[in-house]
């Protein structure tokens, strides 16, 4: 398995392993010295690789220069590191570290199953494209952007665990003391100083209301809210996230393709903020308004982020979650486990 550079990039490969694990493989894992995929990995106790990586930029940087040589000398050492381990088939989630793996193991012909979880494809899967076997994506708006022949419309997979989360776990947790309703705010592996920032300007409103669980990202936390029993602060949460969502009544987030479908899944009204535009490919925009078109979430875009719109948005989504949760409930967007699975068994070397 192989994809980094966020979190986003590594959460559905796991889900993916029990499924896997139970049909006899054996997972082994490619990425970055210093990527997040490291630190989740390893945590999962899954064997893992080292190779270098540039990053792959669509704006001007200087380091546009060099990143290309380090991409050089990560597809040579994928293909050593393939070589040796002899793997029956690569799954790649894509990021920047993908592209390598997904080279290493077309020159050692070994069969590569890809996934895209946007709309728009990204970069690093429209380069892997050409060496992919087969190209798993979410949307079927992305189907139409790649090779037909080789996209297949599986849907997303989700983490069996997600599923078993208890709503009481997650307030003692967190040790709520008012039986208010929740909000669950995430702002991606990496957090969001937008969000962040007017989410914490207007607590003094919303907590009268709402007690609230924050995912803020590293390095994020206020002290001085840490002793506020109604608001509770994390840098990044892993075991105990199912919970924590559980305990949700709606959820305050961006739009991610992986969140996003897994918000679907669990039936969680959801008000998304999708990076806009200027600091993005633009992929997340697309993400919301499918889902807002499809019933599923409530949109307020970057640009309009300010204190009242916030709070009217999220209490429009409260007082009308029923409809939303109703909408979620009649989606025929399922687990896309069991198809990937399917894929990776029909194209693995015997």
């Given at each position: ?14 889900a ?18 210093d ?21 792959l ?27 040796k ?22 020159f050692?012909?070994?069969?590569v199953?890809?996934?895209e ?19 798993c ?9 790649l090779?037909?022949?080789k996209?297949?419309?599986?849907g997303?997979p ?37 969000i ?28 001085k ?18 919970h ?40 997340q ?31 429009e ?9 109703r ?6 967007t399922?687990?896309?486990v ?13």
């Amino acid at each position: 398995m192989t994809g980094g550079g966020s979190a986003g990039h590594v959460t559905p490969n796991l889900a993916l392993v029990p499924r896997l694990k139970e049909l006899g493989y054996e997972i082994e894992y490619i990425g970055t010295k210093d990527g997040i995929e490291r630190k989740i990995i390893e945590e999962n106790h899954i064997k893992y690789h080292v190779i270098s990586s540039g990053k792959l930029r669509r704006y001007f940087d200087v380091k546009n220069f060099t990143d290309p040589f380090k991409v050089i000398k990560g597809i040579w050492e994928a293909y050593e590191i393939i070589k040796k381990e002899k793997p029956n088939i690569v799954f790649s989630k894509g990021g920047f570290v993908a592209v390598p793996v997904v080279l290493g193991a077309y020159f050692n012909k070994i069969p590569v199953i890809a996934h895209e979880s946007d709309i728009t494809p990204g970069l690093a899967n429209k380069l892997s494209s050409p060496y992919a076997t087969k190209i798993c994506v979410t949307f079927p708006e992305a189907a139409k952007k790649l090779n037909k022949n080789k996209a297949v419309l599986t849907g997303n997979p989700i983490r069996k665990e997600l599923f078993e989360g208890s709503k009481i776990k997650g307030i003692k947790l967190c040790g709520f003391t008012e039986s208010k309703p929740v909000i669950f705010v995430m702002g991606g592996s990496l957090g969001a100083r937008a969000i962040n920032d007017v989410l914490r300007r207007n607590l003094n409103v919303l907590l009268k209301t709402y007690n609230i669980i924050h995912i803020c990202g590293k390095g994020n936390i206020e002290e001085k809210y840490i002793h506020n029993k109604d608001y509770k602060q994390f840098e990044y949460i892993n075991e105990e996230l199912p919970h924590m969502i559980a305990a949700a009544d709606i959820v305050l987030s961006r739009a991610g393709a992986n969140s996003i479908f897994e918000f679907l899944a669990l039936k969680k009204p959801n008000l998304l903020i999708p990076l806009s535009a200027k600091s993005s490919r633009g992929d997340q925009i697309l993400n919301a308004k499918s889902f807002e078109k499809s019933g599923y979430s409530l949109v307020l875009e970057e640009e309009k982020l300010e204190d009242r719109t916030l709070i009217e948005k999220i209490n429009e989504l409260y007082n009308n979650k029923e409809n939303y949760i109703r909408n979620m409930e009649n989606s025929k967007t399922g687990n896309g486990v069991e198809a990937i699975v399917g894929l990776i068994e029909k194209f693995s070397i015997k």
